[in-house]
Structures are given as C-alpha cells and as structure tokens.
C-alpha cells in the first residue's frame, strides 16, 4: 500500500527558532501534497496545497512567510515554521496523492508534533 | 463552498454491537467523493471507506458500510460488530473530483466523532 512518512515525528524547539518537517511518499509518486494542523481533539484544518515544481497555494488565514513551503521533488515536501512561538505547537500532517489513482486518494503521513517553549 | 457536518461529537456502544455515525455535506457539485477516515489514538489517519456519488451502489469493506443518500445528502457510516480497535475519532470527508492536469482536489473535513467501544 501507498506509505507516506514524515520527520521528524516530534520536536521540540526554542521560542524565536525555526523548524523544518518533511514529507515524503515512499512507494508512489505525489504530484500534489497537502499539509493540515490539527489541534486537540479537533477535525485537520488545511493549511495549503503543495504541488511539485510550484508555490504552494495556501488557505485564507494562513501565513506564508511564517509557514514556507517547498515541494522540489515528486516525493518531498517540506514545511518550514519559521521564527516559532508557542502558538504555534501542534499536531502537523501531510498528505499526499498518488498521481496515477484516478479516484484521488490521499494517504497521510504519521504527524509531526510540535512544542515551541 | 462545500461543508461537512458531522452531528454526533461522542458515541459510545459495547464490543460487538452495530453503531451508525451520521454525516451530512453541501455541495452543488454533481460528481464528487465522499470518505470516511479513522484517526486511532496514534493520530495516524487511516481510510475506511470510499464512496464515489455517480456511483448509487453502497460502499462496503468488510464491517463498515456506508448508506449514501445523494438527494439528501446525506452519508453514514455503519460499523458491524464493533471491536475494541475500532476505537477513533471518524471523520467524514468531501472532494470534488480530481481536475485533469491542474491534479488533486483538497479535502473538507467534518468535526468528527469520538467513538469509544466498551469492553
């Protein structure tokens, strides 16, 4: 089956520093990925949609200077928060699609938890 | 723009009992996907099931089945048998349908439903 995994799985950072998580479709190639926030026990929020060899578009509300993100291959993409507060903690998942399953599925990595102090 | 709204925040039945989570969605779209996702304690999203609104034949894998009323749009999950596994949040899920070229379509997401399987 389509695996997607992310790293780190966890980090902790100082308040001010920045912090790269990445992305990658392990067994199939992903033209499109996409990158949620999820808060405790609430639904993912989108964040923005990652398309390979392009600028991510993001979601209304979202920052693109603090939240960057870079897909420069069909199987990495990376989300960098950049100078983190503690706002910004959380639980980090990609997703990404197969490009050759017409149904459109997305497959999800495992999450990146996130502690700024 | 589509919604998903999920009704139920937390059920909660015993170990080998049927339970339905209920979700209904909005949408002008005439062709779309609908999912049911399942996120255990480990956050790890996992697909359950898949349903594709052109098609009127109802969704099964296994236990879960879905009963999909386009009209209404309405579009639930039926768990037979319930194990303790079966321990998650579920969410519903609407996407429209892939565009050729431009590729994937996002993902709207209900608030979800806790579901707890009692021993």
């Known amino acids: 089956g389509a695996v997607v995994s992310q790293h780190p799985s966890w980090v902790i950072c100082k308040s001010g520093t920045s912090v790269k998580i990445e992305c990658r479709s392990l067994d199939f190639q992903a033209t499109t990925m996409f990158w949620y926030r999820q808060f405790p026990k609430q639904s993912l929020m989108l964040m923005a949609t990652?398309?390979?060899?392009?600028?991510?578009?993001?979601e209304q509300g979202v920052e693109k200077d603090k939240f960057l993100i870079n897909h420069a291959s069909l199987t990495l993409s990376t989300l960098t928060v950049t100078s983190a507060h503690p706002e910004d903690s959380s639980f980090y998942i990609c997703?990404?699609?197969?490009?050759?399953?017409?149904?459109?599925?997305?497959?999800f990595g495992p999450g990146t938890r996130l502690t700024v102090t | 723009a589509q919604t998903v709204t999920q009704s139920q925040p937390e059920m909660s039945v015993q170990e080998a009992e049927t339970v339905t989570l209920s979700c209904t969605y909005d949408t002008s779209e005439n062709n779309y996907y609908l999912f049911w996702y399942k996120q255990p304690p480990s956050r790890q999203m996992i697909l359950v099931i898949r349903q594709e609104a052109y098609k009127q034949q109802n969704a099964t894998e296994n236990r879960f089945s879905v009963n999909f009323q386009k009209a209404a749009k309405s579009f639930s999950l039926k768990i037979s048998d319930s194990q303790l596994g079966d321990t998650a949040m579920y969410f519903c899920?609407?996407?429209?349908?892939?565009?050729?070229?431009?590729?994937?379509?996002?993902?709207?997401f209900g608030q979800g439903t806790r579901l707890t399987i009692n021993p």
């Open positions: 899920a609407f996407m429209k349908l892939p565009i050729p070229i431009q590729g994937a379509q996002k993902l709207v």
């Open positions: 990652s398309n390979e060899g392009s600028k991510a578009t993001y």
């Open positions: 997703s990404a699609r197969d490009r050759e399953a017409p149904s459109g599925e997305q497959y």
